[in-house]
T-cell receptor, first 114, second 114 residues
Framework: DAKTTQPTSMDCAEGRAANLPCNHS???????VYWYRQIHSQGPQYIIH???NNETNEMASLIITEDRKSSTLILPHATLRDTAVYYC???????????????FGTGTRLTIIP | DSGVTQTPKHLITATGQRVTLRCSPR?????VYWYQQSLDQGLQFLIQ???????AKGNILERFSAQQFPDLHSELNLSSLELGDSALYFC?????????????FGEGSWLTVV
């Protein structure tokens, strides 16, 4: 799996949009970008994933650059409950034995400020 | 609620002992993954099972073993426990063992070895 680079930490004011960047410059054409978050030792929570088009769901939006070397997760109206560690993960689309797992990096610790 | 159930939620045991952690995957999910998260390390992949068969192995110690039963629940057995085995152990599941399917995590089992 391609490696990802994320800022160690970020702050965002409550009610504002939180934009979390991720660099995955070595991503290949058959790899998804996944985002998960972990709220204080709870189980990691799936947020969103995409291949090359921008994606939106009820939790967030995912913007992937045209060259696919970076992406941004957007939480449109951050609340205090969005304080968590956010993980950007690259994952193969085509299954070979052993590559379906998620490989977590260190993620970005996002703190929402009241 | 992700639909992945883990028991027990908390466990305290002594060094040298053996424990079993149990995971019930989401209804219909065939693939089960086990992860370890200790204070000084991130989320580390241990092992994956798919429909009863071992599919991928990560940094799992020889003292640890897992299996997936015909009803698809899984157990992680940890033996000859050491202080350093104290960690959060997460189980996750997905519909099939291929990368197009989202992986959902349970809330974890806290293991404290004293």
């Amino acid at each position: 799996d391609a490696k990802t680079t994320q800022p160690t930490s970020m702050d965002c004011a409550e009610g504002r949009a939180a934009n979390l960047p991720c660099n995955h410059s070595t991503i290949s054409g058959n790899e998804y970008v996944y985002w998960y978050r972990q709220i204080h030792s709870q189980g990691p929570q799936y947020i969103i994933h995409g291949l090359k088009n921008n994606e939106t769901n009820e939790m967030a939006s995912l913007i992937i650059t045209e060259d696919r070397k970076s992406s941004t997760l957007i939480l449109p109206h951050a609340t205090l409950r969005d304080t968590a560690v956010y993980y950007c993960i690259v994952r193969a689309t085509i299954s070979n034995f052993g590559n379906e797992k998620l490989t977590f990096g260190t993620g970005t610790r996002l703190t929402i400020i009241p | 609620d992700s639909g992945v159930t883990q028991t027990p939620k908390h466990l305290i045991t002594a060094t040298g002992q053996r424990v079993t952690l149990r995971c019930s995957p989401r209804s219909g999910d065939l693939s089960v993954y086990w992860y370890q998260q200790s204070l000084d390390q991130g989320l580390q992949f241990l092992i994956q099972y798919y429909n009863g068969e071992e599919r991928a192995k990560g940094n799992i110690l020889e003292r640890f073993s897992a299996q997936q039963f015909p009803d698809l629940h899984s157990e992680l057995n940890l033996s000859s426990l050491e202080l350093g085995d104290s960690a959060l152990y997460f189980c996750a599941s997905s519909v099939q063992g291929y990368s197009g399917n989202t992986i959902y995590f349970g809330e974890g089992s806290w293991l404290t070895v004293v």
